[in-house]
């Protein structure tokens, strides 16, 4: 019974230095240490949502709001929009689960996501349901920005146009690229 205590006591121990070692070797300033370290802790970070973005803090933080949407034409040139899910947009049961996915689509435009707007973009199509004889298909992956409402203002003015901001652009030749397990 007292190696059992022990044991779990280490296992937790260990998870909790593992833990805090990979926030600190992702959010200390580029060096040789975090180049080094980096690779390593990124398949823990990224799927789990655990990486920090510091524009917030920044002297210029973000000040527009935008969406990231997909629209996809498939091989017979028929055209479909996608949007994601606005966490904004649901009741407080269905948010919490979800409290990650707008620091997904916000950090899908750094460089280093790139394999995370691939799964996006691979998210998008099995979502649609595309038939194997409407492939291949291309994918393109944007954002909808829609700037702040000037000082002094209650809420932006739903008529102003938004911009479109291009994130990635992908084609899939088969069904199976889309599919792959």
Known sequence: MFWRWTAWKLGISAFVLFHVTATL?????????????????????????????????????????????????????????????????LPWWEKVPRFRHPKMAANLAIAEYEPQRVIAARHVVRTLGLPPEAFPVYVRLYYQVVKPPPPGSSAADPMEPRTIEDLAAFQFDSWDEVHRR
Not at 25 to 43: E, G, H, I, T
Not at 61 to 82: C, K, N
Request: no cysteine; glycine share 4%.
């Open 25 to 89: 070797a992702w959010v200390v300033p580029d060096s040789p240490v975090k180049a080094a370290l980096f690779p390593a802790f990124r398949p823990y970070m990224i799927p789990l949502a655990l990486w920090q973005s510091w524009g917030m803090f920044a002297p210029d933080p973000v000040q527009t709001t935008y969406t990231l949407e997909a629209e996809v034409v498939d091989s017979r040139g028929m055209g479909r929009i996608h949007e994601f899910a606005s966490v904004a947009d």
